[in-house]
């Protein structure tokens, strides 16, 4: 069974900078995409950004474009996510997720979630 466990999240003032990680257990990481998502009080989960298998394809939502990195360690079994220049829209649980097949944007194409960490930014 796959399990992912999220950690990083806290409080940050606004422009600040975090980095989330999930650890991946029970399955085989490196054949997986994976993908990082949140989610706001009273809003829907949002796509921020997925990574490959391999890690050469890298896809970002706009709002988060140049402000925020995904990245993964296939050796740890860790996915990464570095945000900097933290803004008053990304206070959020942030999630992540395995892909069930190729990379995508869609919650729909992910199978297994972490609990979530929570993200928020004092202005």
């Known amino acids: 069974q796959v399990q992912l466990e999220e950690s990083g999240g806290g409080l940050v003032q606004a422009g600040g900078s975090l980095r989330l990680s999930c650890a991946y257990s029970?399955?085989?990481?490196?054949?997986?995409?994976m993908g990082w998502f949140r989610q706001a009080p009273g809003k829907e989960r949002e796509f921020v950004a997925a990574?490959?298998?391999?890690?050469?394809?890298?896809y970002y939502a706009d709002s988060v474009k140049g402000r925020i990195t995904i990245s993964r360690d296939n050796a740890k079994n860790t996915v990464y996510l570095q945000m900097n220049s933290l803004a008053p829209e990304d206070p959020a649980v942030y999630y992540c997720?395995?892909?069930?097949?190729?990379?995508?944007?869609?919650?729909?194409?992910?199978?297994?979630w972490g609990q979530g960490t929570q993200v928020t930014v004092s202005s």
């Open positions: 997720a395995a892909a069930r097949g190729i990379v995508s944007r869609l919650v729909s194409e992910y199978d297994y």
């Open positions: 029970g399955g085989t990481f490196n054949k997986r995409a």
């Open positions: 990574i490959t298998w391999s890690g050469a394809g890298r």
